[in-house]
């Protein structure tokens, strides 16, 4: 199948050579099968089968969001109404909220119901320009239900237009029917992550390493049997409290390592010199009425590579919108434009090990492309979100287009 996108304004994109975002004006752009063949190609003998106006819009690749808890079958808009009286995120977990009213929830839910559930809140993901999904399990916490988690991402794989990337996190927190909590850190270990890597279902293992959760020592012993299995580690670092994750994240060699507000110095240092990607989830800080956002600024400037994502999940950040993420990163986090859109697009690609494949615009790359009605990259967090996308494409194929315009 060959698709041609004509009458370009113009392409934001990424570039690795010039490390630096750039802008183009190319003729066209050649799409073969699910991959960018050429761009401001020769049209000589060439005949596409399908032909798509740009319309004089510009075109950027299509938004990772390279952290989700997409798989949760009930909100929680109690909790929400809890914090503005006044109770803490870990107020409400401590009285029987929090993650552990989802995980009770997940658990009587069929798979056929998280499916049919999950599948809708794609389709918001889709409209705002996301194009890849990382999503978590994490609430079911036994072996039957964290499979049941995983199995629900292998099938929306199936149905859905967009990747989903899935991540194994039964290290979200512990079981309340668990009193010994080394005998649950043994279940993920010999039992969870084998069972699951035998099962082709994960790519990755993430784990809460934070206060009240899961320290530095048993974060360290489940990335051991994590790696053993082929799978490779992220982090939930230093959300609430400096707890070392953040140097923990380099010892280990994560891939990435998300949140990063009460960070130290010394522990992003040690990302850095390991290549650690330091994602953002300003979403979070805002929907839960803090003002910890992480630094970004200070993480670039000591070396490290920087994502955003949404932290979609049920309990502290409905928000699935890149667009905003990227407003937020910008406004709070110290970083410019052109770093979050960088952040939401290769760097993000970095954070679930697909930089070689999407985050660019690029020959050789998917095409995952968002046609935007704006003038410049400066529009795209200016507008807060995402009324101003036309249409995406996602490996070639379009997907959404809005109506509205």
């Known amino acids: 199948m060959i698709t041609k996108i004509y009458n370009i304004k113009q392409i ?36 596409a089968d399908i032909e798509i106006d740009a319309e004089d819009n510009i075109l950027t690749p299509g938004f990772i969001d390279s952290h989700t808890h997409l798989i949760f079958s009930s909100n929680r808009s109690n909790d929400f109404s809890k914090r503005i009286s006044g109770q803490t995120y870990l107020d409400i977990a401590k009285s029987g909220g929090g993650i552990k009213s989802s995980i009770k929830n997940l658990r009587e839910s069929t798979k056929e119901e998280l499916v049919n559930k999950c599948d809708k809140e794609i389709k918001h993901f889709i409209k705002n320009g996301t ?16 499979i049941k988690s995983l199995e629900v991402i292998k099938e929306l794989n199936l149905l859905s237009d967009i990747d989903i990337v899935p991540t194994f996190m039964g290290a979200h927190d512990f079981p309340s029917n668990i009193k010994n909590k080394e005998s ?35 974060t360290r012993e489940i990335a051991l049997a994590a790696n053993s299995s082929g799978l490779l580690m992220k982090l939930h670092a230093d959300e609430f409290e400096d707890s070392g994750a953040a140097y923990l994240a380099g010892e280990i060699n994560a891939i990435s390592a998300d949140h990063l507000m009460k960070s130290n110095k010394v522990g992003i ?47 502290s ?19 410019t434009i052109k770093e979050s859109f960088i952040a939401a697009t290769f760097n993000a690609a970095k954070a679930i090990n697909r930089s070689n494949s999407i985050g660019l615009l690029n020959e050789g790359y998917k095409a995952d492309i968002l046609v935007w009605d704006i003038n410049n990259l400066n529009e795209i967090p200016y507008w807060f979100n995402s009324d101003r996308i036309k249409s995406v494409l996602k490996n070639g194929k379009l997907i959404f287009k809005n109506n509205i315009h």
């Open 184 to 218: 649950y850190i043994d279940l993920i270990c010999n039992e969870m992550i084998p069972e699951i890597s035998n099962l082709n279902l994960a790519e990755f293992c993430d784990v809460f390493c934070e206060k009240g959760y899961f320290n530095c020592d048993q």
């Open 131 to 146: 194009t890849t999904i990382e999503a978590k399990s994490g609430y079911g916490l036994t072996i039957k239900d964290e």
């Open 269 to 315: 240092e040690n990302m850095a010199k390991n290549n650690v990607i330091a994602t953002l989830l300003p979403g979070t800080t805002l929907f839960l009425g803090m003002n910890t956002y992480a630094n970004g600024r200070s993480m670039i400037d000591i070396g490290c590579n920087i994502a955003i994502a949404s932290d979609y999940n049920p309990g």
């Open 317 to 335: 950040s409905t928000i699935y919108s890149m667009p905003l993420i990227m407003a937020l990163a910008s406004l709070y986090c110290g970083i």
């Open 12 to 47: 934001i994109t990424y570039d690795k050579v010039k490390n630096d975002v750039i802008c183009e004006e190319p003729h066209n752009i050649l799409i073969k099968d699910d991959l960018i063949h050429s761009i401001n190609y020769s049209e000589t003998d060439i005949i």
